[in-house]
């Protein structure tokens, strides 16, 4: 199957740090990539959406100036925590959709643990 | 109400055993409807889709009643490697992205 890799699988930080976060789609090209994040004993939810070449859609309540996403190619999205705080602490996840594909397939990155103290 | 409901858990089966569990979606319009299974800290994984007419993937089986707005999964004769998190995901319609809805999960854990 499709392989998405994410960079760094953990970080930890401190408060007031930026960190940024890529996710890369290894073996196919990714027009649209999304971002989850996903908090302790809770379902993913998504952040953003981003195509390629394109502003990120971003969810409600998702603070697009906080959480800076830039997807400048079919195989690179990067996803920037701004000014991190603890309780952007959380594991967040990144999926590629193929560009030939319908987005019901999404393939998941291995996701990167942020820990900010 | 949650856009999509599961419970929690944690099931705790014998391994051999048959399981099921369901997932109710509130909104009447999704359109599309998965199980994904998620290991402890980990990404989750695409385990199969739902369809309407029910489909099945080896010992996995899949429901979707949108008459009452609910999916199931069944798993047959359970073995260790089953224990994980299971999702519950349902494509959503309208809004500027086009993701994905997920449950919390259902915790499972098979027993030796």
């Known amino acids: 199957g499709a392989v998405v890799s994410q960079h760094p699988s953990w970080v930890i930080c401190k408060s007031g740090t930026s960190v940024k976060i890529e996710c890369r789609s290894l073996d196919f090209q990714a027009t649209t990539m999304f971002w989850y994040r996903q908090f302790p004993k809770q379902s993913l939810m998504l952040m953003a959406t981003?195509?390629?070449?394109?502003?990120?859609?971003?969810e409600q309540g998702v603070e697009k100036d906080k959480f800076l996403i830039n997807h400048a190619s079919l195989t690179l999205s990067t996803l920037t925590v701004t000014s991190a705080h603890p309780e952007d602490s959380s594991f967040y996840i990144c999926?590629?959709?193929?560009?030939?594909?319908?987005?019901?397939?999404?393939?998941f990155g291995p996701g990167t643990r942020l820990t900010v103290l | 109400r949650k856009e999509v409901e599961q419970d929690p858990g944690p099931f705790n089966v014998p391994e051999g055993a048959t399981v099921a569990f369901n997932c109710t979606y509130s909104n009447s319009a999704s359109q599309s409807f998965f199980w994904y299974r998620q290991d402890c800290r980990k990404e989750p994984k695409l385990l199969m889709s739902?369809?309407?007419s029910g489909n099945e993937d080896g010992r996995f089986t899949a429901q979707l009643n949108r008459a009452s707005q609910y999916i199931s999964l069944l798993i047959r004769d359970s073995k260790l490697s089953d224990s994980a998190t299971y999702l519950c995901?349902?494509?959503?319609?309208?809004?500027?992205?086009?993701?994905?809805?997920f449950g919390k999960g259902t915790h499972l854990i098979i027993q030796p």
């Open positions: 995901v349902v494509k959503r319609l309208g809004g500027g992205a086009d993701g994905l809805t």
């Open positions: 981003s195509n390629e070449g394109s502003k990120a859609t971003y």
């Open positions: 739902v369809y309407s």
């Open positions: 999926s590629g959709s193929p560009r030939s594909g319908d987005l019901d397939t999404q393939y």
